[in-house]
């Protein structure tokens, strides 16, 4: 299978915006259906949005549905996460994952390939 690879994290002040790509090493996104989750130090991993692959649907959290957008960018084989008006509890490390055949795309544990994350901070 494909290895997942996250880019784009880093440092931003609060109500800046940041742009993270999973990139499909190896492989293409074809059929998978892709999710981004967020960790942040001393909490549980957190579902924030995904791409559903056979309609192309969107999902978000609550917590984020205004202000993220997730997004196919077929040119570069990678799927995106917009982040706008970033806070600083938006800090944690972002990982992508992807599987097949998913169920419920909130549950973590329906993804089987998972990228090693990218870590944003966001300062005040």
């Known amino acids: 299978q494909a290895q997942l690879v996250e880019s784009g994290g880093g440092t931003v002040q609060a109500g800046g915006s940041l742009r993270l790509a999973c990139a499909a090493s190896?492989?293409?996104?074809?059929?998978?259906?892709v999710g981004w989750f967020r960790q942040a130090p001393g909490k549980e991993r957190e579902f924030l949005a995904a791409?559903?692959?056979?309609?192309?649907?969107?999902l978000y959290a609550a917590s984020v549905e205004h202000r993220f957008i997730i997004s196919r960018n077929n040119a570069k084989n990678t799927v995106d996460l917009q982040m706008n008006n970033l806070q600083p509890e938006d800090t944690a490390v972002y990982r992508c994952a992807s599987a097949r055949s998913i169920m419920d795309y909130r549950m973590q544990n329906e993804y089987t390939n998972w990228g090693m994350g990218t870590q944003v901070t966001v300062s005040t």
């Open positions: 190896g492989g293409t996104f074809d059929y998978h259906g």
């Open positions: 791409l559903t692959w056979n309609t192309g649907s969107r």
